[in-house]
Each structure stands twice: as structure tokens, then as C-alpha cells.
């Protein structure tokens, strides 16, 4: 299976971005009215410059209290793991194991297409073990 089918299985193919200059107040609100673990940075809504994530937030504010009101640009991960929509969730899942994260933006063509988070790889996943169990079954009880 690749990227693009699990984009295309997601309820929703909108990705909510947030800008390096917002507050990390603001990036908190958003986490929570879009009920999302991760937001890609971006200028522009199609580069990426970064993704944080609630773990950053928890992370930075261990440390410092007054990280509510410093930008997120100050939290997040700049060095981002990406994806291509022809990535197979094989290698993806491999990326995410290795790199112990959970939310990976997709590009094309240098401009963000999506993003996948590891419960969208375990859903696409379960679904491809069903399908292949209801064809065995199918093969085995054929008369």
C-alpha cells in the first residue's frame, strides 16, 4: 500500500498548518479545535519549515512556563522527516520506528500534500490484514 491510499482513506485531506511566528498558546488552541496531535510549520501553507507536535509543547514547558507565550518557531522540529505519496506504508512505518515519531508530512513536488500520522498507518494497515483474510477465507470455503 502507498501514502496516497491512506491519504485518500483519511475522513479528512485538509492539513491544518501554523505559522513559525504564532504563539505556542495559539498552536495549543488549534491542537485542540482540530483534535490533532501535530501541526506543520509553514510560512506559506505549502513549504515546510517545521512540525510540532503536543510532546514539544509538554517538553518545552517542563523547562520553561513562560513557553506559552514564546513562538512556536522555538519549539519545533526543523529538521522534518517527509514523505512522498508513492512511499510504501512499509518504509514508512520503518521511518517512523526509526526516528520515534509520529506524524510525518507528505510533499509533492516541493509542496505539502497531506500529512500521516502512525494511527493512519495501523488503520490502512488493518484493513489491507482484513481484506487479505476475508480472500483467504474466501479461497478456503470455496466449493
Known amino acids: 500500500m502507498r501514502i496516497h491510499e491512506v491519504l ?25 479545535e482540530h483534535n490533532v496531535g501535530a501541526l506543520v510549520v509553514s510560512r506559506d501553507g505549502t513549504l515546510v519549515d517545521g512540525i510540532v507536535s503536543e510532546r514539544d509543547v509538554v517538553r518545552r514547558l517542563h523547562g520553561d512556563e513562560n513557553a506559552l507565550e514564546g513562538p512556536v518557531s522555538g519549539i519545533m522540529t526543523a529538521e522534518v522527516a517527509t514523505c512522498e505519496p508513492d512511499t510504501s506504508t512499509e518504509d514508512l512505518m520503518v521511518l517512523m520506528t526509526e526516528r520515534r515519531i509520529r506524524h510525518v508530512p507528505v510533499v509533492s513536488g516541493g509542496a505539502l500534500a497531506g500529512i500521516v ?9 488493518m484493513s489491507q490484514l482484513e481484506f487479505e483474510r476475508d480472500q483467504l477465507d474466501s479461497y478456503v470455503h470455496q466449493t
Request: no cysteine; hydrophobic share 40%.
Open 117 to 125: 500520522s502512525i494511527g493512519d498507518v495501523v488503520k490502512s494497515r
Open 8 to 32: 485518500h482513506g483519511k475522513s479528512s485531506q485538509d492539513v491544518i498548518t501554523i505559522s513559525p511566528d504564532a504563539s505556542v498558546r495559539e498552536l495549543l488552541a488549534l491542537l485542540a
